[in-house]
């Protein structure tokens, strides 16, 4: 706040600030996915994947969270309501996420229209997805929250029940789709970098737009900082052995992934700094400016300096002859180690070896959450919904492979 102050801007209150913190939390981390191995590092690429979603999914909310609140008096009880509002974005966006997904599952199992045919099959898990998004829209919830979790379920469930047909169908309907969106996404961030409107307001004091995306830069490399290491400190006093300890070159890799902006904060900078688009004042030029200036130079700069800073901290380490395949049936092909390459944990007094992968797991759970996990969706929640976890089936549709042994373990 005083940091702003100086640069006498405008007259920004509490609520303004915070807004301007949720812009800034939203990270990108596609360029160092895109340069990491999920079967050479697998729990770096875990944690960088997922705090790169949560991170997106949880700014938003926070950001309309905030917007709902007339902070100009905060107090006690506004910081209460401001949680709450915070929890029940997240809770019920999580929720219809969710049962959308199981939607979308029960319907292609139990409905004979969805089955033996690719197209229907295919629009209905597109269709369904989009439907949770919409809806969370009309609920004034967090639609890329929702639609993370309908395609946490999908992928569990949904996926399993399609024809092999269906799935590859899928697969590349939705990476096209999702290249393109990341496509047009750059178009309109490099276009928008060059509205001359925008940039004629704050000609007459570049330096503070310079200063300014200075700054937020800077307090983007410091809050990073502040939350990486001493959570990554945290973690490993957790963790009794060496090899499920996160290393000080991982975690500078984590803390490099999140420093790059882009989307997600755009579309917030632009929804508090503008109406319909278009910018009056010119300290909202001035925080749209900022804005673009940090995307930019956050994903060009850094990102070029990733691929060589990833190879000289995080060398080539897959071992000749290592397992790399992966299972088909998977949408992302997830057959890696998880989480120890398979060291023995301790558990209520007993020594408890981990399973060294992801399938293995899920085929011979350990006795942790994810064995109670499991035996709960093999009781109550495979019959009515499908899905066999990374098991493919016997025949080439549902009503097959439910002709054989339906629920082979």
Known sequence: MLLFKKFDIGPFEIGDYLAIGTIFSATDSVCTLQILSQDETPLLYSLVFGEGVVNDATSIVLFNAVRNFDLTHIDGSTALQLFGNF??????????????GLLSAYIIKALYFARHSTDREVAIVILMSYLSYMLAELFYL???????????????????????????????????????????????????????????????????????????????LVGRAAFVFPLSFLSNCLKKTPSSKIGFRQQFVIWWAGLMRGAVSMALAYHQ????????????????????????????????I?????????????????????????????????????????????????????????????????????????????????????????????????NGDAWAR
């Open 87 to 100: 929890v029940y974005l997240f809770l019920t966006s999580t929720a219809l996420g969710i049962g959308a």
């Open 142 to 220: 967090s639609g890329i929250l929702t639609v993370f979790f309908c395609g946490i379920v999908m992928s569990h469930y949904t996926w399993h029940n399609v024809t092999e047909s269906s799935r590859i169908t899928t697969k590349h309907a939705f990476a096209t789709m999702s290249f393109i969106a990341e496509t047009f996404i750059f178009l309109y961030v490099g276009m928008d970098a060059l509205d001359i409107e925008k940039w004629k307001m704050v000609k007459r004091s570049p330096g503070t737009s310079v200063g300014l995306s200075s700054v937020l830069l800077g307090l983007i």
């Open 273 to 304: 700094f503008t109406s319909s688009g278009l910018t009056k004042l010119t300290v909202n030029a001035i925080m749209i400016t900022s804005t673009i200036s940090v995307v930019l130079f956050s994903t060009v700069v850094f990102g070029l």
């Open 306 to 402: 990733t691929k060589p800073l990833i190879r000289l901290l995080l060398p080539h380490s897959l071992k000749p002859g290592q397992d790399n395949t992966s299972d088909p049936s998977s949408p992302k092909g997830l057959h890696f180690p998880l989480l120890g390459n398979g060291e023995a944990g301790d558990i209520d007094g007993r020594s408890v070896r981990r399973p060294s992968s992801l399938r293995m797991l899920l085929q011979a759970p350990s006795f942790t959450v994810h064995h109670y996990w499991r035996k709960f969706d093999d009781s109550y929640m495979r019959p009515v919904f499908g899905g066999r976890g990374f098991v493919p089936f016997a025949g080439s549709s549902p009503t097959e492979a439910r």
